[in-house]
């Protein structure tokens, strides 16, 4: 019996001669799901560095979805390359095991939209692979090593590359924190919405908002806000690499999204931060406080 045969339980798995076993997930697994999501959120990087590979970049594949009738399968592509109009081409990387409108070596063009998942070898290191590492952490920690092996790569807790922005909460974060690296409070302040911060705040002491009441909490969270950021000048996110493991949705404007932050003197950090979604998009709330 196989490494994921003995973790996930042999229906669970169906192993491939000459190739590493495939993993069933169903499909109400939310770290799976949120896999398939982030790969399509940071899908940009993989695209931009197949367009101009580094040489320290050696190995390119994405993962497709496949439909077949009612069967439907995810499948690794080699050789991908995308057209001027953003479409998938590539070379089926494995051996289908429940499609049969594809096989092994087969050369096909997949929608965009297909694509849920992407992986680059960077310095011998797995950067995206988010399904792989998703299957990863549903492993005993004695069993890792093993299947890190099986997969032939260095798998670390990772880098995530959502873009800075207002499009999501990860890119609101980043673009609070390149901010804070320029020291430039206007563009900290337009990253924030402390309206939403003040909303959160009086419902997590169950008070009742109205607007006169909101709107002068709002105005001392900005105003305690800018005398911290006067006093203690702004945090020093130079030289950090960020990763987001984790989204939790409170409501639908309130979410808390973790973010695990690397030093360059090999610190590391762990926070979750309260976001908005607000009419002009996701903007960065208060940090969660231990007592929540």
């Known amino acids: 019996m196989g490494l994921f045969s003995k973790i996930f339980g042999k229906k669970n798995v169906v192993e491939r001669q000459g190739e590493p076993d495939m993993v069933r997930v169903a499909n109400e697994d ?47 592509l080699t050789e991908p ?17 429940d499609v049969k ?26 950067i995206g692979g988010y399904t792989i590492r998703a299957i990863r952490n549903n492993i005993p920690d004695s069993e890792k090593p093993n299947f890190d092996q099986s997969i032939g790569l260095y798998i ?12 999501t909460p990860e890119g609101a974060i980043l673009a609070i924190e390149e901010a804070y690296k320029k020291e430039d409070l206007e563009a900290v ?23 006169e009441t909101t709107k002068g909490l709002a105005d001392v969270l900005e105003a305690s806000f800018i005398n911290s950021m006067n006093e203690y000048g702004f945090p020093n996110f130079n030289g950090i ?44 709330l208060n940090p969660v406080s231990d007592d929540e």
């Open 30 to 76: 939310e770290g799976m799901n949120w896999a398939i999501e982030k790969a399509k959120l940071t899908l940009w990087y993989f695209a931009a560095s197949l367009q101009n590979p580094q040489s320290y970049q050696s190995y390119f594949s994405v993962k497709v979805k496949i439909i077949d009738g009612d069967n439907l399968e995810h499948i690794w």
């Open 81 to 97: 390359h995308f057209d001027e109009d953003g479409n998938l081409f590539g070379t089926v990387g494995n051996e289908p095991v």
């Open 101 to 126: 409108t594809v096989k092994m070596d087969q050369k096909i063009g997949v929608d965009r939209e297909h694509i849920s998942d992407w992986m680059i070898v960077e310095h011998g290191r797995l």
């Open 156 to 167: 670390d807790e990772g880098v995530d590359y959502f873009k800075p922005g207002f499009d």
């Open 189 to 211: 302040l337009a990253c924030k919405d402390f309206t939403a911060e003040a909303r959160v705040m009086m419902a997590k002491m169950s008070i009742e908002p109205d607007e």
């Open 241 to 284: 690499t960020c990763a987001f493991p984790a989204r939790e949705k409170v409501t639908e404007q309130h979410w808390i999204i973790t973010e695990v932050c690397w030093y360059a003197d090999g610190g590391k950090s762990v926070q979750k931060i309260n976001v908005a979604n607000t009419a002009n998009g996701w903007r960065v």
